[in-house]
């Protein structure tokens, strides 16, 4: 009596080692698919990527800071988020960009404008928010093209 029980714990153990196999072995090849950050540009100062304020504003000027959807359950590619004066990305009733994403927290990150640039930081989520295929450590300032990952949502941030 106890022996096809065992068989079956065995079969069944074999059974999610395959699965969690499969599931590492596709985010490999989902990462390997993804197109490499983007160069940083020439007026970059040193080599930190990091964008002198003043030119950060005057490349701004006018324009309204929107995030582009590139892929994202439940929203067609290339919708516009006007981010205004902030807005706040997650599953919840209270975010202003809802995401139906299954990997998003209910308030995941938010977006905030301080005077010329607009600021986005991680909202303690499970996940984690990327910037340009990098973890949010902190608050960071978003620049013209930069690519704003939660789980499976990808935008891109546009100034102009």
Known sequence: MLEPVSVALQFGFL????????WVSRSAL?????PTARAVPA????????HPASRVAAAIGDG?????????PGHTPGME??????AVLGRGDQAE????????????ARLVRQ???????????????????ELLSGPQPLHQGD????????????DR
């Open 81 to 86: 988020y006007d981010v205004g004066d902030g």
């Open 15 to 22: 059974a999610v080692l395959y699965l969690f196999l499969l």
């Open 115 to 133: 005077g010329g640039i607009v600021v986005i930081e991680d909202l303690g989520s499970t996940n984690g928010t990327y910037l340009n295929e």
């Open 30 to 34: 989902r990462d390997l698919r993804r």
């Open 147 to 158: 690519r704003v990952r939660i789980g499976d949502s990808e935008f891109m941030f546009s």
């Open 97 to 108: 960009i809802r995401l139906e994403d299954p990997f998003a927290s209910s308030r995941h």
């Open 43 to 50: 007026e970059a100062s040193d080599a930190t990527g990091l």
């Open 64 to 72: 309204e800071p929107r995030l582009i959807v590139e892929r994202a």
